[in-house]
């Protein structure tokens, strides 16, 4: 079957892409003036900030991230590379906002480099209107989850919060999670090709390729690897049943290249690997971050909503692989078995199984779409299911992205911060060093790290380890009843240098830091003041 020519096609596409992932965030850049501050980001705003934090440290010579949101000790860790190697590209004075560009700058290309990867991922199993319709769905598509919320609004769609289990939420405010993806796919392609029942013509063992991608893969997002790591394996799972199957033994270079396709990628992973699994053994700040980043599965009856409709034409589609392209069948069927498994083991990120589930589903959906006989029997939706079901797919980003406009269009918290605020922040940039500490509350903590390079006690969920004990003490530390001694035993075991005081700080406590002699006011406007530690 001859591929229809995209050559002409591919600009609109690219437009229309690069208009829906950056029109909303256009539109609340318009909206900031004299009384709010666009922050960058229209949802998942705390991790946002996190990343223009992480991109700081790289502006100010970092190559080993630290979290910026703990003042507990911590070594360097060779995570988060995109973003430490983004901020180097920074330059002239308001360098948050150089951030935010070179950040959007990350997700168009990312986006693009998914779109591309998806394309090419799905030409191996359709190349007729079914892959039209896959690369659609697995790549903006969501599933039904928004129907039962429209009556219970507390149970958000499973599309609305997990870009594992999705995707559309990647390029429009995730790149590094769009670019792990795109890695992962490109790998899974070469390595598919090399299976007869798959590829068209010869093809060579693509050992540099299948070397490489799962470094950078690891450096993009080292956990990304387990999905890869477990889909190698199933390959190699598939060449050893062929072979105990055909009953054969007889040398031949084209079943040793199918074999060491898999090893050649999990050989590549080991150190990325191993380093995350030592790291997790024996580095105290990475199991504290560890034991607070948890991310469960959602129940059944979520999962059910978000997949559960499309597995008719999914199963039809699988059945036709297994008659015409058995590797393929094998493959999808390993990919949906194995990551509804994985996503049910007791692991603090269960939910980051669910990585890629949606393309194994999209993918073989195509399939059924384009071929002979589609399952109209059991929904009768004939011919039209190529218009149908990527419409239904996309409902889900529709009301998202509708939330999103609507939150771009009415300045407030945490999408815009106050005017004041953020000159604050700049002034604590101007007199602060990279690192040093400052005490602030949680709600403060987040965005200020995103403007200057200090690092607080509380800020980001996981990252902020021991985070109940910390909000007790910066809670006691504005309260009126609390002893300076102990406000100066804390200030100066922790090397804390400065104190901000802000409304969040206010809301904790009667205490005033302007009558305390070991506090020298630095600045102060509106309704926020720092303060330096000084010698009583």
Same mark, same amino acid.
Do not use: C
């Given at each position: 079957? *001859?591929? &229809?020519?995209?050559?002409?096609?591919?600009?609109?596409?690219?437009?229309?892409?690069?208009?829906?992932?950056?029109?909303?965030?256009?539109?609340?850049?318009?909206?900031?003036?004299?009384? @709010?501050?666009?922050?960058?980001?229209?949802?998942?705003?705390?991790?946002?900030?996190?990343?223009?934090?992480? #991109? /700081?440290?790289?502006?100010?010579?970092?190559? *080993?991230?630290?979290?910026?949101?703990?003042?507990?000790?911590?070594?360097?860790?060779?995570?988060?590379?995109?973003?430490?190697?983004?901020?180097? %590209?920074?330059?002239?004075?308001?360098?948050?906002?150089?951030?935010?560009? /070179?950040?959007?700058?990350? &997700?168009?290309?990312?986006?693009?480099?998914?779109? @591309?990867?998806?394309?090419?991922?799905?030409?191996? +199993?359709?190349?007729?209107?079914?892959?039209?319709?896959?690369?659609? #769905?697995?790549?903006?598509g969501g599933g039904l989850g928004w129907v039962p919320w429209l009556w219970r609004p507390e149970h958000l769609p499973l599309s609305w919060y997990s870009p594992e289990g999705f995707g559309f939420l990647m390029p429009w405010g995730l790149p590094h999670l769009a670019l792990a993806r795109a890695l992962s796919l490109l790998l899974l392609t070469r390595l598919l &090709?090399?299976?007869?029942?798959?590829?068209?013509?010869?093809?060579?063992?693509?050992?540099?390729?299948?070397?490489? /991608?799962? =470094?950078?893969?690891?450096?993009? !997002?080292?956990?990304? %690897?387990?999905?890869?790591?477990?889909?190698?394996?199933?390959? %190699?799972?598939?060449?050893?049943?062929?072979?105990?199957?055909?009953?054969?033994?007889?040398?031949?270079?084209? *079943?040793?290249?199918?074999?060491?396709?898999?090893?050649?990628? #999990?050989?590549?992973?080991?150190?990325?690997?191993?380093?995350?699994?030592?790291?997790?053994?024996?580095?105290?700040?990475?199991?504290?971050?560890?034991?607070?980043?948890?991310?469960?599965?959602?129940?059944?009856?979520?999962?059910?909503?978000?997949?559960?409709?499309?597995?008719?034409?999914?199963?039809?589609? @699988?059945?036709? /692989?297994? *008659?015409?392209?058995?590797?393929?069948?094998?493959?999808?069927?390993?990919?949906?078995?194995?990551?509804?498994?994985?996503? !049910?083991?007791? !692991?603090?990120?269960?939910?980051?199984? =669910?990585?890629?589930?949606?393309?194994?589903?999209?993918?073989?959906?195509?399939?059924?779409?384009?071929?002979?006989?589609?399952?109209?029997?059991?929904?009768?939706?004939?011919?039209?299911? !190529?218009?149908? %079901?990527?419409?239904?797919?996309?409902?889900?980003?529709?009301? +998202?992205? #509708?939330?999103?406009?609507?939150?771009?269009?009415?300045?407030?918290?945490?999408?815009?911060?106050?005017?004041?605020?953020? $000159?604050?922040?700049?002034?604590?940039?101007?007199?602060?060093?990279?690192?040093?500490?400052?005490?602030?509350?949680?709600?403060?903590?987040?965005?200020?790290?995103?403007?200057?390079? $200090?690092? $607080?006690?509380?800020?980001?969920?996981?990252?902020?380890?021991?985070?109940?004990?910390?909000?007790?003490?910066?809670r006691r530390f504005f309260q009126a009843s609390t002893s300076d001694a102990w406000r100066q035993e804390l200030l100066r075991t922790w090397r804390f240098r400065f104190v901000f005081y802000g409304p969040a700080e206010r809301a904790l406590g009667t205490w005033d830091p302007g009558t305390a002699p070991y506090l020298h006011l630095r600045f102060r406007r509106g309704?926020?003041?720092?303060?330096?530690?000084?010698?009583?």
């Open positions: 079957m *001859r591929e &229809r020519p995209v050559n002409k096609t591919w600009w609109l596409w690219a437009t229309l892409l690069g208009l829906l992932w950056v029109g909303p965030y256009v539109v609340a850049w318009h909206q900031q003036g004299d009384a @709010w501050v666009f922050t960058g980001f229209l949802f998942a705003v705390e991790d946002g900030n996190s990343y223009i934090a992480k #991109m /700081l440290l790289g502006y100010h010579g970092a190559w *080993r991230f630290t979290s910026p949101y703990t003042v507990e000790p911590q070594r360097g860790y060779w995570i988060f590379g995109p973003y430490l190697l983004l901020g180097k %590209l920074a330059w002239g004075p308001d360098v948050h906002a150089r951030l935010v560009v /070179l950040f959007h700058l990350f &997700r168009l290309v990312a986006g693009g480099l998914l779109a @591309w990867a998806l394309w090419a991922f799905l030409g191996l +199993f359709t190349r007729g209107r079914g892959r039209w319709a896959a690369w659609f #769905m697995a790549l903006l &090709r090399l299976y007869p029942d798959v590829r068209q013509g010869k093809t060579a063992l693509p050992w540099k390729s299948l070397l490489a /991608l799962p =470094l950078l893969l690891g450096w993009v !997002h080292g956990f990304q %690897l387990v999905s890869l790591t477990m889909l190698s394996g199933g390959l %190699l799972l598939w060449d050893l049943l062929r072979e105990g199957l055909r009953g054969k033994s007889r040398f031949r270079l084209e *079943r040793v290249t199918h074999f060491l396709g898999p090893l050649l990628v #999990m050989l590549a992973a080991t150190p990325w690997l191993f380093y995350l699994a030592y790291l997790s053994r024996t580095d105290p700040f990475v199991q504290a971050w560890m034991a607070q980043n948890v991310l469960p599965t959602p129940a059944w009856p979520t999962l059910a909503w978000a997949y559960l409709w499309v597995l008719p034409w999914a199963w039809w589609g @699988w059945q036709h /692989l297994r *008659r015409t392209r058995p590797t393929l069948a094998f493959f999808t069927g390993w990919w949906v078995v194995t990551t509804l498994t994985l996503a !049910h083991i007791p !692991h603090p990120l269960q939910r980051r199984f =669910l990585e890629g589930l949606w393309v194994a589903l999209s993918a073989l959906v195509g399939t059924a779409l384009d071929t002979s006989r589609t399952p109209s029997r059991l929904l009768p939706l004939g011919a039209r299911s !190529h218009l149908v %079901l990527p419409a239904l797919a996309g409902i889900s980003p529709l009301l +998202f992205g #509708m939330a999103l406009l609507q939150r771009a269009q009415h300045p407030a918290l945490p999408v815009f911060r106050p005017r004041e605020e953020i $000159v604050a922040f700049q002034a604590l940039a101007r007199m602060a060093r990279p690192g040093d500490a400052v005490l602030a509350a949680y709600a403060t903590g987040n965005p200020l790290t995103a403007w200057a390079p $200090v690092r $607080v006690p509380l800020g980001l969920g996981p990252e902020s380890i021991h985070a109940d004990t910390w909000s007790r003490r910066v309704g926020y003041a720092i303060y330096e530690v000084v010698a009583p």
